[in-house]
């Protein structure tokens, strides 16, 4: 039998499961989250450049922008909207058919963890 669960793992790294769960050996698979900063395999240096400005500049567009969808070009913000198909058509509008990050603002994403 496989179950997915997505729990949040407390400091002390106690966990409760669920009674679905069955009793007796069980393999765990954790996925812990990946370094926002580590560049991504394939993508270019412009791209790598916007989103290491879209971390730069995260901590004021959480006070500004928080749950909206922003669009990084030339290390600023040139779109803001809810939703990423707007916000990425009018930054293209803006700045052409260039690399650009497009990110929702937000204080942590979302980690998967497994139980199988």
Do not use: C, N, Y
């Not at 009018?90 to 990050?101: E, H, N």
Request: aromatic share 4%; no cysteine; net charge negative.
């Amino acid at each position: 039998m496989k179950l997915e669960l997505e729990i949040d793992v407390p400091e002390s790294r106690e966990v409760t499961l669920p009674p679905e769960v069955p009793v007796g050996k069980v393999k765990l698979t954790v996925q812990t989250p990946s370094d926002p900063l580590a560049p991504i395999p394939g993508t270019s240096e412009k791209f790598e450049r916007e989103r290491a400005a879209f971390f730069r500049l995260l901590p004021e567009l959480l006070k500004t922008h928080l749950g909206k969808v922003v669009a990084i070009h030339d290390e600023r913000v040139i779109a803001v909207g809810d939703d990423r198909r707007p916000v990425i058509d009018a930054a293209t509008r803006i700045a052409g058919d260039v690399d650009l990050m497009v990110e929702t603002v937000a204080e942590e994403w979302p980690v998967e963890r497994r139980i199988a």
